[in-house]
């Protein structure tokens, strides 16, 4: 056999993987567009930073709430429909809101919409993927997607940077409403050749079986600290991320489109966070809970350097560091975790109800770094986010798992 061939079990995760990367990266575009127009749209004079950051609060609320919601509808109902829907409604939202900006509710209403149907995404992406391909195969599928979601960053920046905001915002919904279509398609092709399965794993009941029982399961996969991961790394990812350009503006003090280049570029280095994951994962045997350790270490280390380095280019380098490193950590989360709770028959819910709790917190975040930008400066903020990163430490330090238990060997048999 051709040394460079693929085995089938190969193929089939490339196929599913290929579709779910692309079909994320639609997703993470789309998301990262209101965080890289926000200094155009603050200077237009349209919006504030306080209307920016209760905007991008609603929005991580309706989304942490429909991961909640369509998590658990995820374990009932084919992926194509919740992906196809969610990714063609979503842009049906996005396409409404810059036509009522002017309306401040019906604009806030448009936006949070927008994030309930991109909710539809993730959950089922995942359980298919976990389902559909073995465990060694699912893990560097999920990495796929992770690193199309990281490059949504610079998508979103490159775009923002020669558009304005409204025509960024269309592209986006073309964009969304385009892949809607293909993944129904394509999801269909898929079923009818057998590449994905619907069924495969279900939850073992036994007696009166009941959401109790599906608790006791998760709380012996670690859930409480894998949320725990999941908070941490959601205010870094999301909310640092998302006033990034901001952050360039005000505190070094970048003309907006010298910021928004800047972000792009900060973004598109740190959309490589998925390849530092799997290598440093590889190079410590594969052990996830390690990885996640020395994630935050290194995290906490640079947030440290953005205090105390305040040159432009060093302190733009530090954060980018401190953002990847947080970045790994929860690369090992939604691409090591949750496709490892296939034999539950729960990976939608569970991988939902994590997403919720990280976008929760993102939600909060977001309104009370507007606030505290104003009243306690980004050099305080730098050190609350320093915190939050020491916090990952403590908690990486709980409920280890050994080597061996973190990673399933290729060809496991389903039970």
Same mark, same amino acid.
């Given at each position: 056999m051709n040394r460079f061939s693929l085995s089938p079990a190969a193929r089939k995760a490339l196929l599913i993987g290929c579709m779910c990367s692309i079909s994320y990266l639609a997703v993470y575009v789309a998301r990262n567009i209101l965080g890289a127009v926000s200094p155009q749209m603050i200077a237009g004079g349209t919006f504030t930073t306080e209307s920016i950051g209760t905007l991008s609060s609603v929005y991580?609320?309706? /989304?942490? !709430?429909?991961?909640?919601?369509? %998590? *658990?509808?995820?374990?009932?109902?084919?992926?194509?429909?919740?992906?196809?829907?969610?990714?063609? &409604?979503? %842009? #049906?939202?996005?396409?409404?809101?810059?036509?009522?900006? %002017? &309306?401040?509710?019906?604009? +806030?209403?448009? +936006?949070?919409? @927008?994030?309930?149907? &991109? @909710?539809?995404? +993730?959950?089922?992406?995942?359980? !298919?993927?976990? =389902?559909?391909? =073995?465990?060694?195969?699912?893990?560097?599928? *999920?990495?796929? /997607?992770?690193?199309? *979601?990281?490059?949504?960053?610079? @998508?979103?920046?490159?775009?923002?940077?020669?558009?304005?905001?409204?025509? #960024?915002?269309?592209? *986006?919904? #073309?964009? &969304?409403?385009?892949?809607g279509c293909v993944c129904f398609l394509v999801f269909t092709l898929f079923e009818r050749r057998g590449i994905i399965v619907y069924g495969q794993y279900t939850r073992r009941r036994t007696g009166t079986a009941s959401r109790t029982e599906g608790i006791r399961i998760l709380f012996r996969h670690r859930i409480v600290k894998f949320t725990l991961i999941s908070v941490l790394t959601g205010v870094v990812r999301t909310t640092v991320v998302f006033w990034l350009p901001t952050y360039l503006a005000q505190y070094l003090g970048f003309a907006e489109d010298t910021a928004a280049l800047l972000f792009t570029a900060a973004t598109f280095v740190i959309s490589m966070t998925a390849f530092v994951a799997v290598f440093l994962y590889e190079r410590l045997n594969r052990n996830m809970d390690l990885t996640i350790r020395i994630a935050f270490i290194a995290s906490a280390a640079g947030f440290a350097m953005v205090f105390f380095w305040k040159h432009p280019a060093v302190n733009i380098v530090c954060l980018i560091f401190a953002i990847m490193s947080s970045n790994i950590a929860a690369s090992m989360l939604w691409s090591r975790y949750c496709p490892s709770l296939r034999d539950t028959g729960m990976v939608s819910s569970a991988t939902g109800f994590l997403d919720f709790m990280s976008y929760m917190a993102a939600a909060a975040s977001s309104r009370l770094f507007a606030s505290a930008a104003h009243t306690i400066g980004w050099s305080g903020l730098i050190l609350v986010w320093l915190f939050l990163m020491l916090a990952g430490v403590a908690v990486s330090f709980t409920g280890c798992d050994t080597p061996a238990k973190n990673e399933p060997q290729e060809g496991a048999d389903k039970t």
């Open positions: 991580f609320i309706t /989304y942490a !709430v429909g991961q909640l919601i369509n %998590g *658990s509808i995820g374990d009932k109902i084919p992926a194509k429909y919740m992906i196809a829907f969610g990714l063609a &409604l979503a %842009g #049906v939202g996005n396409l409404c809101f810059p036509l009522c900006a %002017g &309306l401040p509710f019906a604009g +806030y209403a448009a +936006y949070g919409a @927008s994030g309930f149907f &991109l @909710s539809m995404i +993730y959950g089922p992406m995942t359980k !298919v993927v976990a =389902e559909n391909t =073995e465990p060694i195969y699912a893990t560097r599928c *999920s990495l796929g /997607y992770t690193f199309a *979601s990281f490059f949504g960053s610079p @998508s979103a920046g490159i775009l923002a940077a020669f558009l304005t905001w409204q025509s #960024v915002f269309l592209t *986006s919904s #073309v964009m &969304l409403l385009l892949m």
